[in-house]
C-alpha cells in the first residue's frame, strides 16, 4: 500500500492551494482520512479528519479556511486550503486508516508529506 501525496508548493498569505493524497494496493477499506503537518523540531499534529460518513473535524487554527473532503470511490483525500497565512508553513502529511487484503484490522498508513510555504 503506498499514499503518494501533492498539492504543495509556494503561495502568497492570502492565497490558495490544494492537497490531493492517493492510496493504491490491495486496500480492503478505508475509514478515517486525514491531514497532519509537522514543522521542524516539533511534533506532528493534526489538522483535519473525515470519516466515511463525510463527518470532518478540524484544528481551532484553521476553521474557516482549510477544508477536507474525499472521493472514496478513489481512495482519495484532499485539503482545500484558503486564506493561507505564513504560520501555515509546514510539512503536510496525509493519513488514513486502511484494511489490506489479508488482514483482520485496519492499520494507520501515512504519506510522503508535502512541503507547503506561505510568504508573507
Known amino acids: 500500500v503506498q499514499l503518494q501525496a501533492s498539492g504543495g508548493g509556494l503561495v502568497q498569505a492570502g492565497g490558495s492551494l490544494r492537497l490531493s493524497c492517493v492510496a493504491s494496493?490491495?486496500?480492503?477499506?478505508?475509514?478515517?482520512m486525514g491531514w497532519y503537518r509537522q514543522a521542524p523540531g516539533k511534533q506532528r499534529e493534526l489538522v483535519a479528519t473525515?470519516?466515511?460518513?463525510?463527518?470532518?473535524n478540524y484544528v481551532d487554527s484553521v476553521k474557516g479556511r482549510l477544508t477536507i473532503s474525499r472521493d472514496s470511490a478513489k481512495n482519495t483525500v484532499y485539503l482545500q486550503m484558503n486564506s493561507l497565512k505564513p504560520e501555515d508553513t509546514d510539512v503536510y502529511y496525509c493519513?488514513?486508516?486502511?484494511?489490506?487484503?489479508?488482514?483482520?484490522?485496519?492499520?494507520?498508513?501515512w504519506g510522503q508529506g508535502t512541503l507547503v510555504t506561505v510568504s508573507s
Open positions: 494496493g490491495s486496500i480492503v477499506s478505508i475509514s478515517v
Open positions: 473525515v470519516t466515511p460518513g463525510g463527518n470532518t
Open positions: 493519513n488514513m486508516a486502511l484494511k489490506v487484503a489479508g488482514s483482520w484490522y485496519s492499520q494507520p498508513y
